[in-house]
């Protein structure tokens, strides 16, 4: 009797193998056509009809496996457990009717919380920087990996990044702001509460846009950015250097634009060289949406599809998305002219599916429908949404009008964002991108492709929930609050005006709710590609202002937008100014809390605030020579100061700084140097305030910036308390790239300062790095220690 072999083991299906194996074994095993389509991607609803998981569709689309799936919560009008069924739906058909049983990653849109029909909608990103609170930032993320992992979702496209300088640019509203060290601090705490511990129960952040994106051209979507090398990677590269190294981030998405004449897309420089070789990132890069036919048919840097799927692959894009477009039949043909080889197909092929094991995806491919709803935790989400809303709100100005107290008389609430829903929320929100996705179905698509939009897409319900200034204050102030609408965002109608006049003049203070609607559609003033030539107000609010002024009666404007906005009239003559950003869901409550004087507003400004765009660029942290000191100093029609500097952000309670030391004059390079400040409340009530440490080199053999931000901490005090705070900053914090473009730590003198803004700063005192050359080696450092608590009690000597 002849004996029979046993089947050799399948290594790739063993989750007792090691990752590197499983992709090994698992890679050899594919045909060409099932790489490709793990490089590829499809639309939620290219897989579904009438609102259900079609296996007909699917045949069509997942015959040879698939890498991505699009957006089955942010692209459809599901519920969470409808979107848990479907995905379900989606990775069985893979499991059990493709030949190799590939599961796929889902990713999701998660700017401003999870992009979902029912999902809490967080604050927008602009003003999760202003909280300044990295904390917080990780534990928003915590709850929205919380919140796509029981619904079946494996990779979030979100932090944005991109450090804007110029507020023109409508995704404003999506970054952390100008300084790279914030936005840095912000985004690495939000990688990490995404990716969790490890893969297996977290969501791979995909950290974007690679790289300059913010600085665009004229602050024009997709326009070229023109940065030298020294900015790029001081300012622009930073943030995502610390991401890679610092947070382990897993993936990034290349920016549409070109730096230097190459879109990012096909810049195996930025890519391959920077990236992957300098900084050892083994994620994978996405694609933006379509972007890789971009390099044909926008930039028109490849003479068709083809060659643009050769030069975005052998860049280092990996994935195509949202759909598999130039990663298809043009990719395989690239393949079969030589245009690029096997072994790069190989290697993304690689990153894709080791995501996939890490994620767990093989061994646990779907989730508890029936859990979806008790596992998602939103009563927490709401929470953490609040907290940051609350902290987000910087107050511009105030001349005692605010808080207004419990004898205030009548309110007149004006405004075309005081009992609107929609407005409240960022252009990333469920809501905003619904509108254009039904905008696409009656037009060319989005981002000029044409795309198949289900018909029972709706919007029904995506603001339900949602609480309007009007709601929040009513129900505070009742029959006390009179409200007009006055005017809406962008249109021209003074229809209002009579109405919005005569409310102010009756009361005894007026609060204007102005601002912007963010989107992506043409109604939208603010959001991706919703670009702006001026920074004021639009449509005729800014009239408005004037009108309600004129009344005489107190007015306290209440700015909803994504970017600075506002002319002069408005910041000169209002009483008070609260910037609110696109503070989301709970933002109503958040604003009305700090108009009363629940909450003490705490926010600072991540962004330096223009006086007008004939200003821009305004930041911080210019050079000695930027044209902030010449002969005359401003412009003939103008200060070259901001309206508010960076760092700027009123409150409540009064903090001063007592005391501040250095705890050395002379550091070796290499070491740290300890910086000391005792900060009071010294008015009637507790109160938030943020420290700022900023340094500047006066002696470096490259000009440097009049400052830096180092470091930061919020503090938190009673009346008349004294916090202490601590700053340990490392020498490696406090380098450049000197004239060889080696990042360098010299030997010479640090200025540092304490305070509450770049402008509102204490001189802490300097001191001197010292090593045994001019350039010694130290390794860079991303940030130090910050440590918070009580001030040494002072001691007296016996009588």
Avoid at 287 to 297: E, I
Avoid at 773 to 780: Q, T
């Amino acid at each position: 009797m002849t004996a029979v072999s046993p089947e050799p083991a399948v290594t790739y299906t063993d989750p007792a193998a090691a990752v590197g194996e499983r992709v090994t074994d698992l890679l050899a095993r594919m045909t060409r056509e099932e790489k490709l389509a793990q490089l590829g991607s499809a639309w939620a609803f290219s897989l579904m009809e009438g609102g259900r998981f079609s296996a007909e569709r699917a045949r069509t689309v997942l015959r040879h496996g698939l890498g991505h799936v699009t957006r089955v919560a942010g692209a459809t009008s599901l519920r969470a457990e409808q979107v848990a069924r479907v995905t379900n739906e989606i990775q069985r058909f893979l499991v059990t009717e493709t030949r190799l049983g590939i599961p796929a990653i889902v990713h999701e849109e998660v700017c401003s919380g999870l992009m979902a029909r029912e999902a809490t909608i967080l604050p927008q990103a602009i003003g999760v920087a202003s909280t300044w609170e990295p904390e917080l930032n990780r534990l928003l993320a915590d709850a929205v990996r919380a919140r796509m992992r029981a619904m079946g979702s494996h990779q979030g496209l979100s932090p944005v990044l991109d450090v804007v300088r110029d507020p023109r640019w409508g995704r404003t509203e999506e970054t952390y702001g100008e300084d790279p060290y914030l936005v840095a601090r912000m985004g690495v705490a939000f990688i990490r509460g995404l990716q969790g511990a490890s893969l297996a129960e977290g969501v791979v952040a995909t950290a974007k846009h690679f790289v300059g994106y913010g600085a665009s051209e004229g602050g024009l979507n997709w326009a070229p950015a023109h940065l030298p090398p020294r900015l790029l990677r001081e300012v622009y590269l930073h943030p995502f250097e610390a991401a890679v190294r610092e947070a382990g981030l897993q993936s990034v998405m290349a920016g549409y634009h070109e730096l230097d004449g190459i879109p990012c897309h096909a810049n195996r420089e930025l890519l391959g060289d920077v990236l992957r070789g300098e900084w050892g990132f083994a994620g994978t890069v996405v694609s933006d949406y379509f972007a890789v036919d971009d390099l044909h048919s926008y930039h028109h840097f490849a003479q068709d599809k083809r060659r643009a799927a050769a030069l975005a692959l052998t860049a280092g894009t990996d994935v195509e998305l949202p759909a598999t477009d130039a990663y298809a039949e043009a990719l395989a043909g690239a393949l079969d002219a030589g245009e690029i080889s096997e072994g790069r197909l190989d290697e993304a092929v690689s990153r894709v599916l080791r995501h996939k094991f890490e994620l767990g995806l093989f061994e646990n491919p779907y989730v508890d429908e029936a859990a979806v709803t008790v596992a998602v935790n939103t009563e927490r989400h709401r929470e953490v949404a609040l907290e940051v809303a609350r902290r987000s709100l910087v107050l511009l100005k105030n001349d005692g009008v605010l808080p207004l107290r419990p004898g205030t008389g009548t309110v007149a609430l004006i405004g075309p964002n005081a009992d609107s829903a929609r407005h409240l929320l960022g252009d990333y929100s469920f809501a905003a991108h619904v509108e254009s996705l039904l905008e696409a179905r009656e037009r060319k698509g989005l981002l000029g492709q044409t795309m198949t939009v289900p018909d029972d897409l709706k919007i029904e319900e995506s603001t339900d929930g949602v609480p309007t200034v009007r709601d929040e204050l009513t129900a505070r102030l009742g029959d006390r609050v009179r409200y007009a609408h006055g005017c809406d965002v962008i249109d021209t109608s003074r229809d209002g005006f009579d109405e919005a006049v005569a409310a102010a003049a009756a009361a005894d203070v007026a609060v204007l709710v102005l601002g912007d609607r963010s989107g992506l559609t043409t109604r939208a003033t603010t959001g991706e590609s919703r670009d702006r030539s001026s920074l004021e107000l639009p449509g005729v609010q800014e009239d408005l202002v004037r009108a309600v002024v004129a009344t005489g009666t107190p007015v306290v404007a209440v700015l909803v937008a994504g970017r600075p906005v506002g002319g002069d009239f408005l910041h000169e003559k209002c009483a008070a100014v609260l910037l609110a950003w696109l503070p989301g869901q709970t933002g109503a409550q958040a604003i009305t809390e700090v108009l009363l004087g629940e909450v003490n507003p705490s926010g600072k400004l991540p962004i330096s605030y223009p006086r007008t765009v004939g200003q821009i660029p305004v930041f911080y942290g210019h050079k000695v020579s930027g044209g902030r000191s010449h002969w005359h100093g401003d412009y003939v029609d103008s200060p070259v100061s901001p309206r508010y500097p960076f760092g700027h952000g009123l409150g409540y309670a009064p903090f001063v700084i007592e005391q501040v030391a250095l705890d050395r004059i002379e550091v070796i390079a290499g070491d740290s140097v300890a910086v000391e400040a005792t900060v009071a409340n010294v008015g009637d009530r507790a109160g938030e305030e943020v420290v700022q440490l900023y340094i500047r080199d006066p002696q470096a053999t490259v000009t440097r910036p009049v400052l830096e931000l180092k470091s930061f901490a919020r503090v938190a005090a009673g009346p008349g308390q004294r916090t202490a705070v601590r700053f340990d900053l490392p020498t490696g914090q406090l380098g450049f790239y000197d004239r060889d473009m080696n990042y360098s730590v010299e030997t010479g003198l640090i200025e540092v300062y304490v305070g509450f803004s770049s402008d509102i700063r204490t001189l802490a005192g300097t001191f001197t790095i010292t090593g045994d050359s001019g350039r010694p080696k130290v390794r860079k450092a991303y940030s130090g220690t910050v440590t918070v608590g009580e001030p040494p009690q002072a001691t007296t000597s016996p009588a």
